[in-house]
């Protein structure tokens, strides 16, 4: 996917010189509430959502031409180009993309075998990239009475991306934190999507079991220009208050939280999928997020307007390291519907059923997920009273 290059967007780009780039120091992106863009972001009628089609906002020129950069100057496992797409027929709607290069250049995962494995400094981890890799250090400006702040988040590049713009979303790596899902990680993934004026730039979160390659905090950012069957997928309420849906649709049922805005809604949706994300990982129930620009819960449609924030979440069984001999992985962008494929092969062969198959294999049995779906919505009663 072509990007185009933000010529006036200098000021998180890498020295010429190589020895420069340490003493540079990490640049910060500061962001007001004025920069969260909650009006309805919407695909162009005439275009599946290439950004050159669509206005950039401040953001998305900061991540855009310093990963432009990074990629021109090697910092990648692999050079990526323009991925073979194809939309697989269905009802489903799967967006399939041929990406060789990740399959067989990506970093070998860590050894991890529980949701709640500890940090271990011996281990790979996001304070041994290279200066090169960050792009910028991402705070917000706590510029409202009551807003909460924001603790620094550095956005680096995926040196084995998925697609154009993949960066990774680190709060403060030197704590050391485990892949357990924290509340200001979440902010700061959601506010991200709302930084960007591109409605297919998307976040999301993989635990420890559910796919997580590196057991130290990080989420994932990325630029799909394809619309997503999770984007206006109908839901069912699971509670008097509507604080909680149940997403059925096709690829995987899942739990859907919804945000029109930032301030106190933003916060009490934080607040609910962390404490849904803390009950998995306390009951080793390994788990994927995907956060995205959406439509409203309720009786909607593929083409309903993206009004707001859709945060989804898919307990499903564990999975420890990478299955050799599948056509793809399954994470939080395949349960979404964008299927990352290794081999030339897979990619032409491809049936919806057959991806179906592989993502259904990976969800909890039925009586596991009604014990996980009666809890969450204890979770939630417990916050109403």
């Known amino acids: 996917m072509a990007i185009p290059y933000d010529s006036n967007e200098v000021s998180y780009l890498l020295p010429s010189n190589k020895e420069d780039w340490e003493e540079q120091g990490i640049p910060d992106f500061v962001y007001g509430q004025e920069e969260l863009l909650m009006r309805e972001i919407q695909w162009p009628r005439n275009a599946s959502g290439v950004p050159g089609a669509l206005p950039l906002s401040r953001f998305d020129s900061a991540v855009c031409s310093a990963w432009r950069q990074r990629m021109e100057l090697g910092l990648f496992r692999y050079h990526l180009g323009e991925l073979q797409t194809q939309t697989l027929p269905g009802a489903v709607g799967f967006v399939a993309q041929l990406n060789v290069e990740r399959g067989v250049q990506r970093r070998r995962p860590q050894s991890i075998r529980s949701v709640r494995q500890p940090f271990d400094p011996e281990q790979f981890n996001f304070n041994k990239v290279r200066p090169g890799e960050i792009l910028f250090r991402l705070h917000r400006?706590?510029?409202?009475?009551?807003?909460?702040?924001?603790?620094?988040?550095?956005?680096?590049i995926n040196v084995s991306p998925l697609e154009w713009g993949h960066v990774l979303l680190v709060p403060e790596p030197a704590r050391g934190l485990p892949q357990r899902l924290l509340p200001g990680a979440l902010r700061a993934g959601v506010e991200a999507v709302l930084l960007s004026l591109h409605p297919g730039f998307r976040v999301g979160f993989n635990s420890l079991g559910g796919l997580a390659s590196v057991n130290h905090l990080h989420l994932?950012?990325?630029?799909?220009?394809h619309r997503l069957p999770v984007e206006g997928a109908p839901s069912e309420p699971l509670d008097p208050g509507g604080h909680l849906h149940f997403l059925q649709a096709l690829p995987a049922p899942g739990f859907l939280f919804y945000t029109g805005g930032p301030g106190p809604d933003l916060e009490a949706l934080v607040s609910r999928v962390c404490r849904a994300?803390?009950?998995?990982?306390?009951?080793?129930?390994?788990?994927?997020?995907?956060?995205?620009?959406?439509?409203?819960?309720?009786?909607?449609?593929?083409?309903?307007?993206?009004?707001?924030?859709?945060?989804?979440?898919?307990?499903?069984?564990?999975?420890?390291?990478i299955k050799e001999g599948e056509a793809f992985n399954v994470a939080l962008c395949e349960l979404a519907g964008?299927?990352?494929?290794?081999?030339?092969?897979?990619?032409?062969?491809?049936?919806?059923?057959?991806a179906?198959?592989?993502?259904?294999?990976?969800?909890?049995?039925?009586?596991?997920a009604e014990e996980v779906q009666a809890a969450l919505v204890a979770l939630v009663a417990q916050e109403e009273q």
């Open 141 to 156: 400006e706590p510029d409202l009475p009551g807003a909460v702040q924001q603790e620094d988040i550095l956005v680096m």
């Open 220 to 225: 994932h950012g990325y630029y799909l220009a």
């Open 277 to 321: 994300t803390d009950y998995l990982t306390d009951h080793e129930i390994a788990h994927n997020l995907f956060v995205t620009r959406g439509a409203l819960p309720g009786k909607t449609s593929p083409s309903s307007a993206l009004t707001g924030v859709r945060v989804i979440l898919w307990a499903r069984k564990s999975s420890f390291g």
């Open 338 to 354: 964008h299927l990352p494929i290794k081999t030339s092969q897979d990619f032409t062969s491809l049936t919806e059923a057959a």
């Open 356 to 368: 179906l198959t592989l993502i259904q294999d990976c969800l909890l049995p039925p009586a596991q």
